[in-house]
C-alpha cells in the first residue's frame, strides 16, 4: 500500500506538471477549449450536448443525466494544448454516449450501486476491524469488503472508458488539423492525455491494494 500510494503521488505530480506545462503553449489555430469541443461534437453529429463551464480546477467531466461536457475554467477559456486536449476528451465520452458504448453504459448502471457501497466502505471497514479484534464478529467487516470489492471493480471499469475517451480525442484531434495544425501539438496532447489516463491506472490499483489489505484480516482470521 505505502508503495501504490508512493506512485500515486508521482503520478498525480507528473499529470499536473503536465497540464501546466501544455497549458502555457498556446495552439496555432487559437480556438478556446469550449470551441474544440463543440466542433468536435459536431463534427461526430451530436447536437443535444452543451459545452458549459465548471467551477473549480480539473474538475473537468461529461455528465451523461443531462448530457452536458462541463470543461473547468482553465480548459473552458485557455487557448491551450493542454485545454485542447481535455476538451476533446471529455467530448470522447459523448460520443460514446451517443454511440451506446458498452463499457461507458456499464459504468453509469452502476453508479448508484457505487454510490451507496463508497458511503459503506467510510465506516464498515474501521469498525469492522475493531470489531474483529474484539468480539470476533467478521459480519461488519465482510460488508466493509464487499462494498470495497464492487468499488475497486469500478474503478478498474473505469480504464476501458478512459482510455477509449484518449483514443476517439486523439484520433479526432489527428484527423482535424483545423484544430491542431502541427505534429509536435498532437504529440504534447497524447502525451498529457496519457499521463491522464495514468491517474486513473493507479487509482485503480490503489483501491485493490486496500481490498487486498482489509480482506486479509478476514482470511487470516479464517486460518
Not at 486536449?85 to 470522447?92: I, K, L, N, Q, R
Request: hydrophobic content about 50%; charged content about 15%; proline content about 2%.
Amino acid at each position: 500500500m505505502i508503495i501504490v500510494a508512493l506512485v500515486s503521488f508521482i503520478v498525480q505530480w507528473r499529470f499536473k506538471s503536465k497540464f501546466n506545462q501544455y497549458a502555457e503553449i498556446g495552439l496555432l489555430s487559437g480556438q478556446t477549449g469550449r470551441e474544440v469541443a463543440e466542433r468536435m461534437l459536431k463534427d461526430n453529429n451530436i447536437y443535444d450536448v452543451q459545452v458549459i463551464s465548471a467551477e473549480g480546477e480539473l474538475t473537468d467531466h461529461y455528465n451523461p443525466a443531462n448530457k452536458t461536457v462541463n470543461l473547468s475554467p482553465d480548459v473552458y477559456y485557455s487557448r491551450s494544448v493542454a485545454a485542447a486536449a481535455v476538451a476533446a476528451h471529455e467530448c470522447g465520452h459523448a460520443v460514446q454516449h451517443a454511440k451506446a458504448y458498452a463499457w461507458l453504459s456499464l459504468r453509469s448502471t452502476l453508479v448508484p450501486v457505487i454510490n451507496v457501497a463508497s458511503t459503506l466502505t467510510q465506516w464498515t471497514l474501521f469498525i469492522g476491524v475493531m470489531l474483529l479484534f474484539f468480539t470476533h464478529n467478521p459480519f461488519v467487516l465482510a460488508i466493509g469488503v464487499a462494498a470495497l470489492a464492487l468499488v475497486t471493480l469500478f474503478s478498474f471499469i473505469t480504464l476501458p472508458v478512459e482510455f477509449d475517451a484518449s483514443r476517439r480525442a486523439l484520433l479526432w484531434l489527428n484527423n482535424n488539423h483545423n484544430v491542431m495544425q502541427t505534429r509536435e501539438e498532437h504529440d504534447q496532447a497524447k502525451d498529457a492525455l496519457w499521463w491522464a489516463a495514468m491517474t486513473y491506472v493507479v487509482a485503480a490499483l490503489s483501491s485493490l491494494a486496500t481490498l487486498v489489505y482489509y480482506a486479509s484480516f478476514l482470511f487470516n482470521r479464517r486460518n
